[in-house]
């Protein structure tokens, strides 16, 4: 039960039909959030699939995947909306439904991303001679594949620690990207003939890059979901008060 029913029962006062099924909408809500994170996770292995293992024959697959998490991704934002305009939630509540209004959009990102790898990897598949992925662009992928997979586990076990662990190791994947346009640089210089090639790898390896950017989306979501703090642009250590400044460190006095 929510922290407020909580608090109201303590009061001596019985949760109305309407708080009942404020909450009972609420859990519903959350419960469709997690089924759309299992589609877009199921959605991005299957584009890794197509990239690393060269199965052009399941594009078709992340495409309707795609589909499929457009249709939700509207119909949990429309009854987020709804929930806010009828019942007013307020403290946990309310952070509950504006976090699953964020990770909805970032989960959309991540699933149209998905579907722009898997098109240029077909791409890059076709022909009697289709391109090698790199080594480094293998390990880039797999490292976006890896933080989408903390996140959403962050995100079903609301736990802010791990949020914050994910969100200080998403260095890693600018390191790999950087790696990788080195490489294909040197790739483009060598063999320049095949250059439209090359640059659908760097373009591939911009959208695993900002797979990751949208994993840490979602775990900055669950800090706040779990603390109040919104810690965009200023790291994990010190949140952002209502008053603009980082010095409001008591999440307690400010929090809705």
Known sequence: MSEVLTERAIDGRRPSEVDRHAVKIQDNLWAEALGLAAVVEATLA???TVLCHHRPDLAADVKAGEREIDRREV????ECLRVLALYDPVASDFRRVLTILRVNRDLE?????????????????RGTNP??????????????????????DSLVNCDAQASRSLIAADHRLDE???????????SI????DRIE??????????HLERVGDHAAGIAEAVIYMKEGQIIRHVGTSRPIGPSGSRDDSDPESWSP
């Open 46 to 48: 299957t584009s890794v």
């Open 75 to 78: 119909a949990i934002e429309r």
């Open 131 to 152: 391109l090698v992925i790199p080594e480094p662009l293998e390990a880039l992928a797999e490292a976006a594949m890896q933080s989408v997979r903390g996140a959403l």
């Open 109 to 125: 990102r991540i699933g149209d991303l998905a579907a722009r790898i898997a098109k240029r990897a077909k791409k890059l598949a």
């Open 176 to 186: 790999y990207r950087r790696t990788v346009r080195a490489g294909i640089k040197e």
């Open 197 to 206: 090639d090359w640059l659908r790898l760097m373009d591939v390896a911009r």
């Open 189 to 192: 210089r060598r063999d320049v």
